[in-house]
């Protein structure tokens, strides 16, 4: 028997390790993978009050949540290849104009 | 202790091993193996809550189909160790303290506020049968949406990645 606040503390965390790693992180892969770690830290706590209240519906707001991450990962790595191709660097630092 | 509890540290050992692993790391590929780490470990952390269909599809396609995604598009761009500049100087300085700060506050709230009811292993079945019901039945419009979001998003990827046409010989654009 766990308590539903456990599960609630270590999504807490992931997600402050990927707030801190989007602040951080200078690669831009590196920071597209810390919003991947968010996702998966609101995902635990999907799951974790969908097993708390008794309603399945936390966990088929799990699968939206992956549907999106999926389409955005699809969307920003294809961003990060045309960004790369005319920029030369994956430093988010020498990327500031939003122009191609 | 029961075992439940002993699986949910170990899991999420792992978890937080990991998490903090992909910011110590400077090569995005060493993040992109401790992120697969964080995911397949928080797949038992869905199993010890009864979804085990989430758990799957964690492993499947989170753990599988994304983060090869990433690792191919880390290959392909072949990135290396990132470089330090002043702005991220600055962002560890506030970043660290504030993630510290962030993961307490919410820690001490839950902790005080939640009460102590606990979550028995395997509380609510996640089978693929009552979620696909579920899922087509009670939420069949977001997922005709969300249908046409990804399929939207496969055709910007195609745009997007896709060589610009390059310009008859002599012409200059």
Redesign the interface.
Same mark, same amino acid.
């Given at each position: 028997?766990?308590?539903?606040?456990?599960?609630?503390?270590?999504s807490?965390?992931?997600f402050?390790?990927?707030?801190?790693?989007f602040?951080?992180?200078?690669?831009i892969?590196?920071i597209?993978?810390?919003i991947?770690?968010m996702l998966?830290g609101v995902?635990?706590s999907f @799951? =974790?009050f /969908?097993?708390?209240w008794?309603? &399945? +519906?936390g966990?088929?707001f799990?699968?939206?949540v992956?549907? @999106? =991450?999926? /389409?955005?990962?699809?969307?920003g &790595? +294809?961003?990060?290849?045309?960004v790369?191709r005319t920029r030369e660097t994956?430093?988010v630092?020498q990327v500031n104009l939003l122009k191609l | 202790m029961?075992i439940?509890?002993l699986l949910?540290l170990a899991f999420?050992a792992v978890?937080?091993a990991g998490?903090?692993n992909?910011?110590a790391q400077t090569h995005?590929i060493n993040?992109?193996l401790s992120?697969i780490a964080?995911?397949a470990a928080?797949a038992g952390?869905?199993l010890?809550?009864?979804?085990e269909?989430?758990a799957a599809?964690?492993v499947i396609?989170?753990a599988g189909?994304?983060m090869v995604?990433?690792v191919f598009?880390?290959m392909?761009?072949n990135?290396g160790v990132?470089?330090?500049?002043t702005?991220?100087r600055v962002?560890?300085l506030?970043?660290?303290p504030?993630?510290?700060l962030?993961?307490i506050l919410?820690?001490w709230v839950?902790?005080r506020h939640?009460?102590?009811?606990?979550?028995?292993?395997g509380?609510?079945p996640?089978d693929p049968r009552?979620?696909g019901q579920?899922?087509f039945h009670?939420?069949l419009l977001?997922f005709e949406i969300?249908s046409v979001?990804?399929l939207?998003?496969?055709m910007?990827?195609?745009?997007?990645?896709s060589k610009p046409p390059t310009s008859p010989a002599g012409k200059v654009d």
């Open positions: 028997m766990v308590p539903l606040s456990y599960y609630l503390v270590l807490g965390f992931l402050a390790c990927g707030v801190a790693g602040l951080i992180k200078r690669n892969i590196t597209f993978m810390s991947e770690l998966n995902n635990l @799951v =974790a /969908a097993a708390h008794h309603s &399945l +519906a966990q088929v799990v699968f939206f992956m549907v @999106v =991450a999926a /389409a955005e990962t699809a969307v &790595l +294809a961003i990060i290849i045309a790369y994956l430093n630092d | 029961s439940h509890l949910f999420g978890c937080v998490a903090i992909l910011l995005p993040s992109a992120l964080v995911m928080l952390e869905y010890l809550l009864g979804a269909f989430v599809v964690q396609v989170y189909a994304i995604l990433f598009t880390i392909l761009l990135a990132e470089e330090r500049t702005g991220s962002a560890v506030f970043g660290i504030g993630m510290l962030g993961s919410v820690g839950v902790l939640s009460g102590t009811e606990a979550v028995p292993a509380a609510l996640g009552t979620l579920l899922l009670e939420f977001p969300t979001l990804i939207i998003a496969i910007g990827a195609v745009v997007l990645a």
